[in-house]
């Protein structure tokens, strides 16, 4: 995967992790979100991480394949030890988190399973567990922090990730009706301005918290 700044200049591997912290500090500062320098810099190597395909997707007698969230949950529970559970569930949280914030658009399909609130979900309990089983090990402790911040407001950085991958790659082609659904399933500050600016009008009371 390579990303494309809003020039459309090839962003190589060597400088990826220079682009994607500059447009995460950007989105942050665009949405106003509370996130520590810590936090920022972990979603610069998740971003750097999983543009390699070989390290979003699993490899299996089928090809590479995205594991579903229910199937990482599962292995997380099923775990022979704490330190094995955790590193499945941070995988859980990472892919939850990029795959809602940079491709909504595999969400818009007719006769889907899941949608982008159960990822939030999903991803969100997550963190939420390492947040509060992380007082152990030293590196557990200083990671405590970052997982905080990412669980509960899990559904504003997906909101990030989505704009830094709109000036990546190019905004993806939303029905408006589609839009307002993600709308009500995130209450997304982006996504109503998307659709005040279409001419729709979000109802507030249709949002899903």
């Not at 500062?29 to 190597?45: G, I």
């Not at 939030?120 to 990671?143: F, K, N, P, T, V």
Request: aromatic share 10%; net charge neutral.
């Amino acid at each position: 995967m390579v990303a494309v700044h809003p020039k459309r200049v090839p962003i190589t591997e060597s400088n990826l992790h220079s682009f994607f912290h500059e447009s995460l500090h950007q989105a942050i500062r665009n949405q106003r979100v509370d996130a520590e320098d810590a936090t920022l810099w972990y979603l610069t190597n998740l971003l750097a991480d999983f543009s390699r395909t070989e390290r979003l997707f699993d490899q299996t007698a089928e090809g590479r394949v995205l594991t579903p969230l229910a199937e990482l949950y599962g292995v997380a529970m099923e775990a022979s030890t704490e330190v094995e559970r955790k590193l499945v569930l941070q995988r859980l949280g990472d892919v939850a988190l990029f795959v809602a914030g940079l491709f909504s658009g595999l969400f818009t399909r007719r006769r889907r399973v899941v949608d982008v609130d159960y990822y939030i979900a999903m991803g969100g309990s997550a963190y939420a567990y390492l947040c509060e089983s992380g007082q152990g090990a030293l590196r557990d402790r200083s990671m405590v922090a970052i997982f905080h911040q990412l669980s509960g407001q899990f559904a504003r950085f997906v909101d990030v990730l989505g704009e830094v991958g709109e000036n990546a790659f190019g905004a993806s082609a939303h029905d408006p009706l589609r839009l307002h659904e993600l709308w009500c399933k995130t209450g997304s500050p982006r996504l109503e301005r998307k659709l005040r600016a279409a001419g729709i009008t979000p109802a507030p009371a249709s949002v899903v918290h």
